[in-house]
């Protein structure tokens, strides 16, 4: 089945028309370069950083990012608006592409911090902190919101818009929903991404009667027909997990979304030289002392699905980590199917990738 690109993808696209979402432990500088290596176009978001952390930590450690992962946003948490005007601040200083406001995050370290999907029983607390984060930005880049449907029992409709529009009478105008509630007793985080039921239809209802917002929807979606069909209701889509676990997804979801291509489209296999991209990173990498354990986490992934993805997930978990971190170039050795084949086709299209 082939199925129509939505009608808006000839147009100019949102800028949040695809994402990958913000995961704490998974979205580091590692992984959202791969994810740009594979997808020109995606937005890629960090993980949460508390506002203090950015405000007293090592910025090249915490914020440091390449300018090639760009556009490339940052999330927040936090709920003083003195701490995330601050934060927001330094986030610009650091050429984000956008700041993110965490009202999500389920988990209880979270909520002992007071930020986090317990902020949505605060719409006013994250109004205010929104005006001071836009505030800090000076209108030079955008200031969003990332929230769910609701908390615990407070999950209806009413209770749901009334947050949007409260925080959207601060200025904001960008908002991704989880399309679910958040449980803050009882679920650890991974539950809460599976437990509470998705209810896609509340947040096209919310662009359907807002529709001077942009929106975009998150939980659930992988790179097939039904996240396609969304975009007919919806700014954008927020892939999470599956962007993470099947990485080379986001090739055709990039190409069908910014080239206008049929969704049973051909995609060139161009992974022989995103690995030899790759592997030039993480020469940079390892030379500012960053893990090579770290470093290759992200590829683990990369044929997830295919023939040959055991092999490749074995031959980096038993890799000579210091013959790979000696020449990070040796993992072309590794690569599914006949070896040769695949060096050839990297050493011919690699510089297309790099540059």
């Not at 449907?149 to 947050?163: A, I, N, T, W």
């Not at 007793?185 to 096209?204: A, H, M, T």
């Amino acid at each position: 089945m082939t199925l129509a690109i939505p009608s808006s993808a000839s147009a100019v696209p949102s800028p949040w028309r695809l994402s990958v979402a913000p995961m704490m432990d998974w979205t580091d500088r590692h992984c959202r370069y791969l994810h740009r290596l594979i997808s020109p176009h995606a937005r890629l978001y960090t993980e949460m950083v508390v506002d203090q952390a950015v405000i007293h930590g090592k910025r090249e450690r915490l914020l440091g990012f390449d300018p090639s992962e760009a556009p490339v946003a940052l999330q927040l948490g936090g709920c003083d608006p003195e701490l995330l005007h601050r934060a927001a601040a330094i986030g610009l200083e650091c050429g984000y592409d956008e700041i993110n406001l965490n009202c999500g995050c389920p988990s209880d370290r979270v909520q002992s911090g007071r930020f986090g999907a317990c902020l949505m029983l605060e719409p006013e607390q994250v109004a205010a902190a929104m005006v001071a984060m836009r505030e800090a930005v000076k209108e030079r880049i955008p200031v969003t919101v990332k929230c769910r449907l609701g908390v615990d029992d407070h999950d209806s409709e009413v209770f749901f818009r009334r947050f949007v529009e409260i925080v959207a009478d601060a200025g904001v105008n960008v908002f991704i929903v989880h399309a679910r509630k958040a449980l803050l007793k009882g679920l650890s985080p991974k539950e809460n991404r599976e437990v509470p039921p998705l209810n896609y239809e509340r947040v096209y209802a919310l662009k359907r009667d807002m529709p001077q917002l942009t929106v975009a929807l998150n939980g659930g979606l992988d790179a097939g027909e039904e996240t396609l069909a969304a975009l007919d209701q919806v700014d954008g889509v927020m892939l999470g997990r599956h962007a993470y676990h099947h990485p080379w997804s986001l090739a055709a979801l990039d190409q069908q979304l910014f080239a206008g291509a049929a969704h049973d489209a051909p995609v060139t296999d161009r992974r022989p030289e995103i690995v030899v991209a790759y592997a030039r990173y993480m020469e940079q990498r390892l030379a500012a002392g960053d893990s090579i354990r770290v470093l290759l986490r992200p590829l683990i992934g990369l044929f997830q699905g295919e023939y040959g993805a055991r092999g490749w997930r074995r031959a980096l978990s038993a890799a000579d980590l210091s013959a790979l971190r000696d020449n990070p170039q040796r993992l072309l050795t590794m690569l599914p199917g006949d070896p040769p084949d695949w060096r050839m086709a990297a050493t011919e299209g690699a510089a297309s990738v790099v540059d």
